[in-house]
Structures are given as structure tokens and as C-alpha cells.
């Protein structure tokens, strides 16, 4: 299996506009095979806005199906050769979905930052079950803006105030996080295998989290095997976990920001300036003026 080794990559990628959304090639050069990827009923995708915690769930989800029975996968496979990034195309690389195509195992885990009208439609055909993660938008962009400085397989974001400008436009990877977060809200409304989770209920009460998710796909897991699991996801541990926290990828520089930088509620606080938190209040109430949708910006 080929590792992330990014060093063919020489320069960041031009930002496009694909299917009606802001996107790069690293995730549209693949389309045709992405979007005729044929699911499995016992598939479970992992859906969410880029950096909204969705390592997190991927890791909580892969030590609940596999953490007793596949141990040794903890310690030799990172996260994202576990849980396949379905769009993902690195020159010289497998794909994400040739990655998925060959997961050995049941259920297959799988994730994706598309928006919901760009999911591949074999997910819902066959009713496979989809976890979203949704983060508040301010914590979300400043996570997302530390993330792109770091990451080469991103466009560079310029300084704070210009990507502030370009999320509130919608011009970031993967499309405006208002569309995104409303839009498999929606879905969840008329297709029950739908679980929406909230990055802040997570970090407030990571158990009850778990037992949501066991409940949620059904499973059985002892209340001792699920305190250990909370333990083992905890933000501190998974970012000393090479496994977990992408320091065996070459295009992201941890000099700049590690992968896994707070975790937490409310660091927007260090970010927004007085001026830019009331710019983006009243342009945050126009975009979400339609929606039952509601976030926690503390906790």
C-alpha cells in the first residue's frame, strides 16, 4: 500500500469552481469514479465541513468496530489508510476510492468533505448509514485557516483577514460551510440513517457522545470497552498518536501548525477582532436566517 508521500507535489493548487462549488483537482480528478462508487448497505460514511472534527469520529468509529478485534491496526495504519478520504486523488497515489474498493474490512469506513447534493447517490440507494459532524463557524474557520497555512494540498489562505473574507464568501475548499452544514441538516429531516453530531457536544461530554454513536449503529459495546475508547480519543492523546494526528504526511508542516492544533471551543476569541466579529455576526444571521439549525460559539 503507498504511503502520503507528497514530494512530487511543487506547488499548491489553483482553487476552481466544480459542480457549483469552490474546489481543487485533488478532489475533482477523480469524479466520474467517485461519484459511480458502488456502496455496500453496511457502509458507514463519516461526512463534514473540512476540520470539524472529523478525525475524531473517524478514530471513535474505527476503535468501536475494530478496536478489540483488529488491535494491531491501531499501531501500524494511520487513520487515513482505516477510513479512505473518498474523493482524495494525489498524482502517483492510490485514489480514495481505490482505497475504499480495497478495505478489507466490515463495515467499511469512509469519509468525505463533500456537500450532501454531491454525496455519490449509492449511499443513499442502499440506505448505508452517515454520521455528520458539525463545528461553529467561527472556530471552524479559524481551525480551517491554521490548517491550510500548514497544508501544501490546499490553496494558501493569504493572512487571517482575507480568508475570513473568503469563507464568509463561500471561495474555500468544499464550498460555503453555511450550505454545507444546512444542507445534510435538511437531508436528515427525510432520511433516518442520518446521525448529526456537534464538535461542541463532543468536547462538553465525549462519553455521552460514544453512547450515542454505539446506539445509533447498534452496537452492543460493554460500558468498559466505551470508557476506554473516550480515553484513548481524547485530544491530547491523539495528537501524541502518530497514527491519529498526520505527522507521517509530507505536504502538511508541522512548523507552521500541527494537524491537530486545540480541539477547542471558543479559540475564535484569539482570532476576531471586535470589527470582524460583527461583520461576520450580521452576515452569519443573513446565511442561516432559514434554517432550524443552531451552534454554541462557547461552551
Known amino acids: 500500500m503507498k504511503g502520503l508521500d507528497f514530494s512530487l507535489l511543487t506547488s499548491r493548487p489553483k482553487l476552481i469552481e466544480f459542480e457549483g462549488i469552490s474546489m481543487t483537482q485533488y478532489f475533482t480528478d477523480d469524479w466520474e469514479n467517485v ?12 461526512a463534514t465541513y473540512p ?8 478514530y471513535i468509529l474505527d476503535l468501536l468496530h475494530f478496536g478489540n ?33 480495497n478495505l478489507p474490512t466490515r463495515p467499511r469506513l469512509i469519509k468525505t468533505h463533500l456537500p450532501v447534493q454531491l454525496v455519490p447517490k449509492s449511499f443513499w440507494e442502499q440506505n448505508c448509514k452517515v454520521i455528520y459532524v458539525a463545528r461553529n463557524a467561527k472556530d471552524n474557520a479559524v481551525s480551517y485557516f491554521h490548517f491550510d497555512l500548514m497544508n501544501k494540498v490546499q490553496p ?6 482575507n480568508f475570513l473574507q473568503m469563507f ?13 452544514v444546512c444542507g445534510f441538516w435538511e437531508k436528515k429531516q427525510t432520511y433516518a440513517n442520518l446521525h448529526y453530531m456537534f464538535f461542541e457536544d ?26 476506554k475508547i473516550t480515553k484513548n480519543v481524547h485530544f491530547d492523546v491523539m495528537k501524541e498518536n502518530q497514527m491519529t494526528n498526520y505527522s507521517t504526511v509530507s505536504a502538511m ?47
Request: negative net charge.
Open 35 to 46: 461519484q459511480n462508487f458502488q456502496t455496500r448497505p453496511d457502509d458507514i460514511l463519516i
Open 51 to 58: 476540520k470539524a472534527g472529523t478525525t475524531w469520529v473517524s
Open 69 to 101: 478485534t483488529e488491535p494491531e491496526r491501531q499501531t501500524s495504519m494511520p487513520i487515513y489508510m482505516r477510513i479512505p478520504f473518498l474523493e482524495m486523488t494525489i498524482p502517483e497515489m492510490d485514489t480514495g476510492v481505490e482505497l475504499a474498493n
Open 156 to 161: 494558501h489562505p493569504g493572512d487571517w483577514n
Open 168 to 180: 464568509m464568501d463561500g471561495k474555500t475548499v468544499f464550498g460555503p460551510w453555511y450550505d454545507h
Open 202 to 227: 463532543m468536547v462538553e461530554n465525549t462519553g455521552r457522545e460514544v453512547d450515542q454513536l454505539c446506539s445509533f449503529l447498534g452496537l452492543s459495546t460493554p460500558t468498559e470497552e466505551r470508557e
Open 253 to 299: 508542516d508541522f512548523t507552521i501548525s500541527p494537524f491537530m492544533r486545540k480541539g477547542k471551543v471558543g479559540d475564535w476569541k484569539n482570532h476576531f477582532t471586535v470589527h470582524q466579529n460583527e461583520q461576520f455576526d450580521k452576515h452569519y444571521q443573513q446565511r442561516m436566517k432559514n434554517t432550524t439549525l443552531s451552534f454554541r460559539t462557547e461552551i
